[in-house]
């Protein structure tokens, strides 16, 4: 890839405390807990389970200093956007990106190996070095099983714009 190619990047850091997290999750959904069916403020949630609010912006300090451009912060911490010059992220993900060529989909671009940075940052998933993407097909398979019974007045009996009208 030519290193001026600009491309825009997610840094993606992991959840905080993840046996917790997955116990909040059971609870949430067991009737018998306290926690039934609670529902945490982006606030409570980004306190319990996101990266501390000093190694988000150690992450986002460390791409600055590679002359990464962050071009947004979110609220859960989970997550920095950025921009870059191929060569600046080679440079701070140590992996260069390259160019292949695939007869039935053509050219797309994508790093040699997994990035990794020489410093202790909680980053999980560096998103944005690949173009690449697997075909799936357009049209969905019927799910074997009986049908569900509808009595809308559209085929198979789903429901149209003039059915709801009446409704």
């Known amino acids: 890839m030519s290193p001026s190619h600009v491309l825009g990047i997610s840094i993606i850091l992991p959840v905080r405390n993840p046996p917790a997290l997955r116990q909040f999750l059971r609870e ?5 807990s306290p926690n039934y069916r609670r529902v945490l403020t ?5 306190e319990q389970f996101s990266p501390t609010a000093q190694q988000y912006q150690a992450v986002a300090e460390f791409l600055e200093s590679k002359g990464i ?4 912060t979110w609220p859960n911490r989970l997550l920095i956007d950025a921009r870059a010059t191929a060569a600046q992220i080679q440079g701070a993900f140590h992996t260069p990106i390259g160019l292949y060529e695939l007869a039935a989909r053509g050219t797309f671009f994508a790093p040699e ?10 980053i999980w ?3 944005g070095l690949s173009n690449y993407a697997i ?15 509808l009595t809308g007045s559209g085929p198979n009996g789903y429901y149209i714009g003039s059915d709801l009208r009446a409704a």
């Open 28 to 32: 949430v959904n067991d009737p018998s």
């Open 42 to 46: 982006p606030q409570q949630s980004a």
């Open 69 to 72: 451009v962050v071009t947004r």
């Open 113 to 122: 190996r997994e990035p990794t940075v020489s410093v202790n940052l909680p």
């Open 125 to 127: 998933h560096v998103g």
């Open 135 to 149: 075909p799936r097909p357009a049209i969905l398979q019927a799910q074997s099983g009986p049908a569900p019974t």
